[in-house]
Nanobody, 122 residues
């Protein structure tokens, strides 16, 4: 069974940095795409960034690209989100998502992590 586990969240001062990690465990064939989302209370979950198996990246908000960087280590089945210059509007629960081919046939399935809290406060 496949599991996604996020880590790296916490409390940081404005202007600070955090590096989130999401490790995928379990038996699988490939992970075509890995993404980060975030959600604040009372609002819908929103995409932050995505990265494909080929390493192509996309940031939902172009203004995030200069502060946030998504990357992946396929040897570890792990996706990262480096967040720099964190602002008061960045606090949220950050979720990892992965579209995974469990076998080398069939269709991929969607998996979510349980989230990690990011708090920005002085």
């Amino acid at each position: 069974q496949v599991h996604l586990v996020e880590s790296g969240g916490g409390l940081v001062q404005p202007g600070g940095s955090l590096r989130l990690a999401c490790a995928v465990s379990g038996s699988l064939f490939s992970i075509p795409i890995m993404e980060w989302y975030r959600q604040v209370p009372g609002k819908q979950r929103e995409q932050v960034a995505a990265i494909t198996l080929a390493g192509n990246t996309n940031y939902a908000d172009p203004s995030l690209k200069g502060r946030f960087t998504i990357s992946r280590d396929d040897a570890k089945n792990t996706v990262y989100l480096q967040m720099n210059n964190l602002r008061p509007e960045d606090p949220a629960v950050y979720y990892c998502y992965a579209r995974i081919m469990v076998k080398n046939w069939g269709v991929p399935s969607d998996y979510w992590g349980h989230g990690t809290q990011v708090t920005v406060s002085s």
